[in-house]
């Protein structure tokens, strides 16, 4: 089928929103969908919002961006309409980008979160402007009422939706993300990682994310440090952090510094690192749906995470992971692994169990697929 991939972000490039910006398409192209994109670079914002973005950066210590703001809304509207036929299927992750858009259109919007949820949820958004966080909240409002469906990746995300915007729950549908990387193992090659990962008694912990503070960095350490001191030899493997603390110095941190998905090289990097890692642990103090754990359940990988957000969706406790509260996460989660590495049966059946919630669920086919049959039905 033919349908129009609309984003306010570069779509091309792989780095910009964990590569869900570019990962969207590519879902489409592999189910099969004649897809036209619509970005940034097709629709950016007019002149004096730009320029009231530069302005305002300078002069208050309160944020503004253009993406808050109803104007931009309709002007993306205006470059859509200019450009798609009536009657055809627009995709979005962005509210901004289907709020205006007129109704001979059929928008399906695919989002991590709404606007409440993450005024709520991040400290960031409280820093913006009050002209921002009253557009955010009528763009988000207009959105929800303007698509014919609703797809997002959590119900935290739903329940903001239907509690917060009054979003009819008959047109919601609730998909996770896939697993942002182009070179993924066989089945026998999961299985023979896990294999070898249970053998290894020197525990491997894998935290990736580019935030050190929002992705719970500090509490990370912790835990690599608890599990090395009650006899568990453990190594924490940092992959993309940029803020890290200048004196990280633990003999137990290996830091890979930044892996980029852009080169067959670097998604080889990051595999070989997931394979050979017992758990992803991200101790994450404010997220959506991290695609990090799509990508190590791809290898069979477990995720200890904190259940914030639309993460107690994503990680389903003793099957692909488990999530724990920030208030007790290093006790919790080092009791979890400890116990977990003493029974190897125990582990290597959760890691199996993490690869068939991967395989079934959570990967871009699957997705693909189900929200192919979603649109077919408008």
Not at 65 to 84: D, L, M, N, Q, T
Not at 172 to 181: Q, S, V
Not at 284 to 291: E, Y
Request: hydrophobic letters at 40%.
């Amino acid at each position: 089928m033919k349908v129009v991939y609309a984003t306010d972000i570069n779509a091309s490039n792989i780095h910009s929103w964990s590569g869900l910006g570019w990962y969207y398409r590519k879902m489409l192209e592999d189910a099969n969908c004649e897809v036209t994109t619509i970005d940034k670079r097709n629709m950016p914002p007019p002149l004096y919002y730009r320029l009231k973005n530069r302005v305002l950066k300078k002069v208050q210590s309160k944020l503004y961006s253009p993406h808050f703001s109803v104007g931009v809304s309709k002007h993306y509207a205006r470059c859509i309409e200019e450009k798609v036929a009536p009657g055809s299927v627009i995709l979005s992750p962005n509210t901004n980008v289907l709020a205006y858009l007129n109704k001979d259109f059929k928008k399906v919007l695919f989002a991590d979160a709404t606007f409440n949820s993450l005024l709520h949820l991040y400290p960031k958004y409280s820093e913006y402007t009050a002209e921002c966080i009253k557009a955010g909240e009528i763009i988000d409002q207009q959105a929800v009422s303007n698509a014919d469906v609703l797809i997002y990746t959590s119900q935290w995300a739903a329940s903001s939706a239907i509690k917060h915007y009054g979003a009819d729950p008959l047109k919601i549908a609730i998909l996770p993300f896939g697993a942002n990387l182009d070179q993924l193992p066989t089945t026998d090659e999961v299985e023979k990682s896990i294999e070898t990962r249970a053998q290894n008694n020197h525990i491997n912990l894998l935290f990736l994310g580019v935030d050190w503070v929002r992705k719970g960095g500090e509490y990370a350490l912790k835990v690599a440090a608890r599990l090395n001191s009650l006899g568990f030899v453990t190594t924490l493997h940092i992959v993309g952090a940029v803020n890290l603390p200048p004196n990280l110095n633990e003999p137990f941190i290996v830091n890979h510094g930044f892996i980029s998905k852009a080169t067959p090289e670097g998604q080889q990097q990051i595999g070989q690192l997931l394979a050979a890692s017992h758990f992803l642990l991200l101790p994450t103090l404010a997220d959506c749906t991290p695609v990090a754990c799509s990508e190590a359940n791809a290898f069979g990988v477990p995720c200890i995470t904190s259940n914030v957000g639309g993460l107690p969706s994503v990680i389903e406790n003793n099957c692909n992971g488990h999530t724990f509260s920030h208030h007790h996460f290093v006790e919790h989660s080092v009791r979890y692994i400890a116990n977990l590495m003493r029974v190897k049966a125990d582990y290597k059946a959760l890691c199996y169990s993490s690869y068939h919630r991967y395989a079934t669920e959570m990967n871009w086919k699957s997705v693909g697929r189900k929200i192919v049959g979603l649109m077919e039905s408008l």
